[in-house]
């Protein structure tokens, strides 16, 4: 699921028949960090989502508070499709691999009992009545994280995906982004209701997508055409990404807005002001593909530290989101809440960035220190157990 570049060659001596030496030349690798820079930034906004959803922002005093602190929030969903257009656009070209399954369950279960254990210890008054101990012991099935259960649904369903995505030409897979588009985003974002599917079915669309961008690498321009009007790839070519980025980010902030005055001055309840932010919506499914092909196009080769921060973008997830932390740490931004409008966005920054930094730090940690001897041993056990999973899932595609 990660792209390379070539790097300087790396020569190699072995000892062949007769005791001779040969030379053999292999080319390093060395991941692109354009990919795993727009991981970190869409994490970020998916943090300040949450800070907006679980902080203490809801208790704003006036009308452009209000306004900008929904702003903050239309973020949340954007990151979501940009991690599944990033998964689209890496996958389609790799098989099914069960040893990454097992490190996003292995790391799922790890947070979710660890941090229950903690709160069992430290604050037993924290649970809440209803508490459910089911999500802390299957957290994937039971959807204590709706992300990772919806993201491992989607990784099963991918072999056959990407079978179907290689199976087809340049034209069907135009004409396939186009139907799901339509199907699931266009009616969704008309009809004022969630996909007629489910989640799921947001991510599938969203996967296909990215896989079309990496199948279909012409990024040449277009004259408009109807197309464009719906197939956000044509958009972005007839059009340029940067400008379809404005555009729909300029769209949504302006729906937020309208939408709030018609709730507070006119009670039109009909749309909620996030509605246009929500992760099936046409202007966000544009936004986030735009992004996707502004961060695809820049040329900064790599980055150690930019690889080293986003190889700790899941544990982020995980740490931040988790129910028995997400309610800790925001308190320290709400002791000074209400703001005015500029501090609003500037603590709002400042706290995204220091609860990526620590949730990061944490997960290197666990990366380090846990996951890889862990995974070692689990290698020498089941290397064979793996293997096969493998090649079971490499007759679907």
């Avoid at 960090?33 to 970020?44: D, G, K, P, T, W």
């Avoid at 921060?309 to 000074?336: D, K």
Wanted: hydrophobic share 55%.
């Amino acid at each position: 699921m990660q792209v390379y570049l070539k790097c300087d060659r790396v020569v190699y001596h072995c000892t062949g028949k007769k005791g001779r030496v040969h030379r053999m030349t292999a080319t390093t690798k060395a991941r692109q960090s354009n990919i795993e820079l727009l991981r970190i930034v869409s994490m970020a906004l998916i943090v300040l989502h949450h800070l907006v959803v679980h902080g203490p922002w809801n208790y704003v005093a006036g009308p452009t508070e209000a306004i900008a602190v929904n702003a903050l929030a239309i973020g949340g969903k954007l990151g979501v499709d940009c991690f599944v257009l990033i998964t689209g656009y890496f996958m389609v070209n790799s098989h099914f691999k069960i040893r990454s399954v097992l490190r996003i369950a292995v790391a799922t279960w790890f947070y979710s009992w660890l941090f229950f254990a903690l709160a069992s210890l430290f604050m037993p008054e924290a649970f809440p009545s209803d508490f459910n101990m089911l999500e802390v012991l299957f957290p994937i099935v039971q959807g204590e994280y709706w992300f990772v259960t919806t993201y491992m649904g989607l990784i099963l369903f991918a072999p056959a995906l990407n079978r179907m995505l290689h199976a087809m030409d340049d034209t069907a897979r135009q004409r396939l982004v186009i139907i799901c588009m339509l199907v699931l985003v266009v009616v969704p974002t008309v009809a004022h209701r969630s996909s007629i599917f489910s989640t799921l079915a947001t991510f599938m669309c969203c996967y296909i997508i990215g896989a079309t961008i990496r199948l279909q690498p012409d990024r040449s321009r277009i004259s408009p055409r109807p197309a464009a009007f719906i197939n956000p790839i044509d958009a972005c070519r007839a059009f340029r990404p940067g400008v379809v980025a404005l555009i729909s980010l300029a769209f949504i902030i302006a729906s937020v807005a309208g939408i709030y005055y018609l709730r507070t001055r006119l009670g039109f309840s009909v749309y909620e002001v996030r509605d246009f932010a929500a992760a099936d919506s046409m202007p966000l499914m544009f936004l986030a593909v735009a992004l996707f092909l502004c961060f695809e196009r820049l040329q900064i080769g790599s980055i150690g530290w930019v690889n080293v921060v986003a190889a700790g973008t899941f544990g982020v997830y995980l740490i931040h989101v988790n129910p028995q932390v997400r309610g800790l740490i925001w308190q320290p931004v709400s002791v000074a809440a209400p703001f005015p409008v500029w501090q609003i966005v500037l603590v709002s920054i400042a706290a995204t960035i220091i609860v990526y930094a620590a949730c990061t730090a944490i997960d290197i940690v666990r990366i380090y220190v846990l996951e890889r001897p862990f995974f070692r041993l689990l290698e020498r056990i089941g290397a064979r157990r793996f293997d096969a999973i493998d090649a079971w899932f490499a007759k679907i595609g």
